[in-house]
């Protein structure tokens, strides 16, 4: 009862097996669906939500992917 993760997964299971798949995805394709994941979550609903920084992290973990 301990573990943060479960507790997390109890709150919101939909979001901890999105999570938990895009962590087993390998790191190009987990951190854009971890970026598209943030988008969706938080943009509109932040206060102060970065959405320049986002679309350059985005772009940059694109273009990693194709390299």
Do not use: I, K, N
């Not at 709150?11 to 999105?18: K, T």
């Not at 969706?40 to 992917?65: H, I, N, Q």
Request: hydrophobic share 40%; no cysteine; net charge negative.
């Amino acid at each position: 009862d301990l573990d943060p993760l479960r507790r997390f997964e109890r709150s919101w299971p939909g979001l901890g097996g999105e999570l938990d798949a895009l962590l087993e995805q390998p790191p190009p394709r987990a951190a854009s669906g971890l970026l598209a994941l943030a988008r969706r979550e938080l943009a509109g609903r932040l206060p102060g939500y970065p959405a320049a920084a986002m679309e350059t992290l985005e772009r940059v973990v694109s273009e990693a992917g194709e390299a």
